[in-house]
């Protein structure tokens, strides 16, 4: 089992009242959905952060050459697909 530390965060009451309602909402403790929150939004930060540490490090001339490269490469289809059409009235 993974060790745990206690933390004391001070936020508003209102975030309080809205993370409380959601946990009820969705089935679970405050705590869960604190932890869940937390870890998704800090691996959606840490994505970022490794992504543009590695584009900082490349020539944009570069990699707008890669990426026009790739779409090229990309089939075009001028058609929609019947599953994909909008129906109009």
Do not use: C
């Not at 309602?21 to 969705?26: L, P």
């Not at 944009?60 to 490269?69: D, F, G, M, P, R």
């Amino acid at each position: 089992m993974n060790k745990t530390q206690v933390v004391t965060l001070r936020i508003p009451a209102e975030l309080k009242i809205r993370l409380s309602h959601e946990a009820k909402a969705q089935g679970v403790s405050l705590n869960n959905l604190a932890n869940y929150f937390l870890t998704t939004q800090l691996s959606q930060v840490e994505a970022l952060s490794a992504i543009e540490s590695r584009i900082s490090k490349k020539d944009i001339s570069t990699l707008k050459a890669k990426v026009t490269e790739i779409l090229n490469a990309a089939p075009r289809k001028n058609t929609v697909p019947k599953w994909d059409e909008v129906k109009r009235n």
